[in-house]
């Protein structure tokens, strides 16, 4: 039986660590004896189910020994070592940029198999040219590197093309009860940051409030809230956006949501984008790198528009607001074209990562991670 451990920053409402659920979960059922590594503290929630047999390590220093910073990211490496000499896993799982070069060093001359996981834009990913050079100098390490789509493979140096392999996301609808008639809201979600695009939103938003009865609920938390709370109040938005928190239980938001937007500026893989068109809803997405073209046909399972154009998102808006017709196409053509990424096909190629991970003989070309069972649409 392997022993597989995945790293992760925390298990908080994001996408990255659905998908460790995901993935944790599947194997776990299949006789992999699965363990998940965070950084954050034993008192911080979780958003997402384990099943008991799954272990769980929290190496997050609570109280009065917390650092931060760079300080930080030096205990994370110093505690992952000690850990992964004491529980020497067949294969280690990172997810994330920073966690991948974490574990790589941490498990330097261990002759344990890195499965690396690129989970945004690294060419958006503000880090120090000092990063960049270890990352790329670290990632030769790497057993295998996992990108979500085919464009994110440009973003990595030429000598680990080999090792690059893609996987999309799983996506399936949240079981979440839906109103017969759907609610006059249009619902955006994600972590409250510049990536996200909720300032292009909210000001698109703007110029049509004054002639709808439509509504604006952004779901998440972060940084910005405290900006975006000010734009909203500043162009007179009080009475019909609102930015909502992290929904009480996963994909509860579907049940708010008549018209869903994603604004972003760049993506990795955006799930709430594939979760809102799995739930049949009409979706609008900036049409950022990388992800949502890979997701939506423009015009027939969602619409795409230029990131950062705020009157080009307005007049999207605009056009679903007005013809219940568009909605009511978008949304059952959106739900029928994402079956390609539900779970059952993904997994099948998480598991042939797995076997590639710890096979000592000579690994599948990339091509064996075509899915050709992919349902049609």
Known sequence: MPKAMFVIS???AGGAERVVSQIASHWQARGVEVAIVSFDRAEDAEFHHFDPAITRHRLGRSGGNQVSGKLAKLHNLVDLRRLLREDTPDVIIPFLTKN???????????????????RNNPAQQQKHPAWNALLARAYRHARLIICQTEAVKQCFPREVGDRLRVIPNPISAWPTARPVALPRTI????????QKGFDVLIDAFASLAAVT???LQIFGEGPLRGALEAQIKRLGLSDKAALMGTSAAPGEWVGNAGLFVLSSRYEGFPNVLGEAMAAGLPVIA?????????????????LLVPPGDTDALARAMADCIASEDLRRQLGPNAAKAIRKFAPEWVMQQWDAALAEALSTHTPPSPAAYANSREPAE
């Open 187 to 194: 619902v955006a979600v994600g972590r409250l940051t510049e």
């Open 213 to 215: 009865d439509w509504q």
């Open 286 to 302: 900036a049409d950022c790198d990388f992800g949502p073209a890979e997701l939506v046909a423009h015009g027939r399972t969602g």
């Open 100 to 118: 991948n070069l974490i574990a790589l060093l941490a498990s330097r001359r261990m002759a344990i198999p890195v499965i690396c996981c690129e």
């Open 10 to 12: 925390g298990l908080g």
